[in-house]
T-cell receptor, first 115, second 109 residues
Framework: GAGVSQSPSNKVTEKGKDVELRCDPI?????LYWYRQRLGQGLEFLIY????????KSGLPSDRFSAERTGESVSTLTIQRTQQEDSAVYLC?????????????FGEGSWLTVV | KQEVTQIPAALSVPEGENLVLNCSFT??????LQWFRQDPGKGLTSLLL?????REQTSGRLNASLDKSSGRSTLYIAASQPGDSATYLC????????FGAGTTVTVRA
């Protein structure tokens, strides 16, 4: 596609429910990233996928968070048993090459509110 | 761990003034540095990418410099306009992006 596409754009969920957030990277981009931005705060790295290599999960805040990516296409970020502190915008990004030497393009984000 | 700092945190200028936004980082082993713009309720828009081997990059009214050895980058915006009002984020790339907290710019008409 023309840009990084994320869905849903907005999600309100009850505490304790599971949520899935989807990211469609730019076609041909081998690298895919997930970031989180809480209200009024900076961006936190969550996870990085590069081709078929093992993902870098070092930024995932707890074992309630997981992410998958099928090949070099769609990625899904899953948050289990959501808590109010999970409320944030979840941003997906992709780039063309290895090691992040290329411009990284962000989607519009999925805004998650846990009530 | 890479630490990225942006100064100032906020900036308000009258239209037409030049803007200077500063970014510093602690680990110089980076591939590149990217400046982004973020509008309220929106995602991030890439403005400029400077590779580690470059010292400067320009796009229209925007100019970004990079001094990798000292861990600094500066974004200059010439002849500011009200449409430049946004939060500007600096991110250093050592395979993943580490972001500063941003500089929120207000350009007064």
């Amino acid at each position: 596609g023309a840009g990084v596409s994320q869905s849903p754009s907005n999600k309100v969920t009850e505490k304790g429910k599971d949520v899935e957030l989807r990211c469609d990277p730019i076609s041909g981009h081998t690298a895919l990233y997930w970031y989180r931005q809480r209200l009024g705060q900076g961006l936190e790295f969550l996870i990085y996928f590069q081709g078929n290599s093992a993902p870098d999960k070092s930024g995932l805040p707890s074992d309630r968070f997981s992410a998958e990516r099928t090949g070099e296409s769609v990625s899904t970020l899953t948050i289990q048993r959501t808590q109010q502190e999970d409320s944030a915008v979840y941003l997906c990004a992709s780039s063309l090459g290895v090691g992040g030497r290329d411009t990284i393009y962000f989607g519009e984000g999925s805004w998650l509110t846990v009530v | 761990k890479q630490e990225v700092t942006q100064i100032p945190a906020a900036l308000s200028v009258p239209e037409g003034e030049n803007l200077v936004l500063n970014c510093s980082f602690t680990d110089s082993a980076i591939y590149n540095l990217q400046w982004f713009r973020q509008d309220p309720g929106k995602g991030l828009t890439s403005l400029l990418l400077i590779q580690s081997s470059q010292r400067e990059q320009t796009s229209g009214r925007l100019n970004a410099s990079l001094d990798k050895s000292s861990g600094r980058s500066t974004l200059y915006i010439a002849a500011s306009q009200p449409g430049d009002s946004a939060t500007y984020l600096c991110a250093v790339n050592d395979y993943k992006l580490s972001f500063g907290a941003g500089t929120t710019v207000t350009v007064r008409a």
